[in-house]
Nanobody, 120 residues
Framework: VQLQASGGGLVQAGGSLRLSCVASGRTFSNLGVVWFRQAPGKEREFVAGMTWTGQTYYADSVKGRFTISRDNAKNTVYLQMNSLKAEDTADYYC???????????????WGQGTLVTVSS
């Protein structure tokens, strides 16, 4: 599976962005998909995930502000980010695996990062 992430940019605190991740190369609907992020000088951290059955799960830091969704017909997963904060600034990566969970090392398929910068 090849993943292509997009949608990052510069936004003011309190604003919104929607990230997209388009998959190609193989069946996408039977894979779990997640978003991770990595800020400068920090470790990569889990943000949001959706299992292939549609169950969603979130990091506590984004719960209630971010929403992950997927459109299997378009082979695309989205991350709607609302009420953005300066601490959300990071490179955001999408990833896919059959059973990946919250640990980045479990994922075989990765998109390139898309930079989100939130100005305060």
């Amino acid at each position: 599976v090849q993943l292509q992430a997009s949608g990052g940019g510069l936004v003011q605190a309190g604003g919104s962005l929607r990230l997209s991740c388009v998959a190609s190369g193989r069946t996408f609907s039977n894979l779990g998909v997640v978003w991770f992020r990595q800020a400068p000088g920090k470790e990569r951290e889990f943000v949001a995930g959706m299992t292939w059955t549609g169950q969603t799960y979130y990091a506590d830091s984004v719960k209630g502000r971010f929403t992950i969704s997927r459109d299997n017909a378009k082979n695309t997963v989205y991350l709607q980010m609302n009420s953005l904060k300066a601490e959300d600034t990071a490179d955001y990566y999408c990833a896919a695996a059959q059973h990946g969970g919250r640990q980045w090392s479990n994922y075989d398929y990765w998109g390139q990062g898309t930079l989100v910068t939130v100005s305060s």
